[in-house]
C-alpha cells in the first residue's frame, strides 16, 4: 500500500518558517515527479512547488522566493521550505507524487498527480 505522510504543519506567526516533510512508503518516488499543493478554507486546491525526479524545480509564479522544495530520493521524501510566512500561506498542504516516469518538467496539474498525502495543516497568525 503506498503511502504518503505529511509532517511539519503547526501554528507559526507571520514572517515565521517552517518546513514540510512528506514521508513515502510503499514503493519507491526517486524516478517520478512530487509536489506539494495546498487547499486554504473556502478555496480550490493549488498548486505551490514539484520536483522532478532529479530534483528540478517549478513553483507558483507567486511563492517564488519564501517557498523551497527539496527531495531526499535515498529516503523516498520531499521537504517544503517555507520562509517569511504570511496568514494568507494558511492552508491544508499535501505532498503528491506522479507515476510517470523521469518527466524532465513536472507539471503543475493536481489531476497528473495519482498518490496523494493526507495533509497537515499550516496556520500563519498576524
Known amino acids: 500500500q503506498v503511502q504518503l505522510v505529511e509532517s511539519g504543519g503547526g501554528l507559526v506567526q507571520a514572517g515565521g518558517s517552517l518546513r514540510l516533510s512528506c514521508a513515502a512508503s510503499?514503493?519507491?518516488?526517486?524516478?517520478?515527479?512530487m509536489a506539494w499543493f495546498r487547499q486554504a478554507p473556502g478555496k480550490e486546491r493549488e498548486f505551490v512547488a514539484a520536483?522532478?525526479?532529479?530534483?528540478?524545480?517549478i513553483y507558483q509564479e507567486y511563492l517564488k522566493g519564501r517557498f523551497t522544495i527539496s527531495r531526499d530520493n535515498a529516503n523516498n521524501a520531499v521537504y517544503l521550505q517555507m520562509n517569511s510566512l504570511r496568514p494568507e500561506d494558511t492552508a491544508v498542504y499535501y505532498c503528491?507524487?506522479?507515476?510517470?516516469?523521469?518527466?524532465?518538467?513536472?507539471?503543475?496539474?493536481?489531476?497528473?498527480?495519482?498518490?496523494w498525502g493526507q495533509g497537515t495543516q499550516l496556520t500563519v497568525s498576524s
Open positions: 503528491a507524487a506522479d507515476a510517470a516516469f523521469r518527466i524532465t518538467v513536472p507539471t503543475m496539474a493536481a489531476g497528473s498527480y495519482v498518490y
Open positions: 510503499g514503493r519507491t518516488f526517486g524516478n517520478n515527479a
Open positions: 520536483a522532478s525526479w532529479n530534483g528540478r524545480p
